[in-house]
């Protein structure tokens, strides 16, 4: 039995319907899957044998790939921070990560990764305020106006890192993951992401749900996914 896999990140979920009805309709033919989606990645093996027609197949995975091209980031058993190190070797970037509601999580997926150490140099827990502002060098002005959870905070975030540590890419992430909201009154879900180089910085916001556990851990997802893209695009 051979096994084929397509990872996705964020993919819509007709579009994943669409490639997993293309799949069951070919249950006759010899293809086999399995699919599971976790933290908003899906992860779809897609099994066949040595009689299963080759250009079958191949029409399948060229499907696959043409439907889930927005949010593909695989077509093989390879993890997103497994992606991210990888890219980070081939473009000689070395990463550093500021996390404030991801706890840490972020910088554990990285460092999980067999080789990490050559492409990662730190990871800050700036979880308070104060320590934003100490650590990274976030302004107090924009914590009082515009909040710990704000674009403008996790690009100063990004910004503060770049500055401070000794790499060319960084990922910096504030939100709330709840249960309850806090003082601001904001969504419990409400995330940004900044990542970025010396080159440029973007910062992406999300508005998840499920329970903290679940809010946290899609957090981790979409900013390894984010990270790759970026490195993805560099030249």
Known sequence: MKTLTVRTMGANHACVEKVISTLEQCAEKGISHHHVRDYDED????????????SLVDDIMRYAVEVLEVSLYALDDVTLEEQVVTLLKLR?????????FTGGGLARRIVSVSGASEVYFEGLNTYNELSKIRRLGVNPETLKTKGAVSEQTAYEMAVGLLNTSDCDMVIATTGLAGPNSDAS???????????????????????LNGSRKEITEKAINYALYLAYKQLKDMI
Do not use: K, M, W
């Open 92 to 100: 000689g970037r070395r990463l550093s990560v500021a996390e404030s």
């Open 185 to 207: 009154g904001l969504p419990v879900g409400l995330c940004f992401i900044a990542v970025g180089s010396r080159e440029r910085i973007r910062v992406y916001q999300y508005n």
């Open 43 to 54: 992860v779809i093996q897609i099994h066949y044998d040595v009689n299963t027609s080759t």
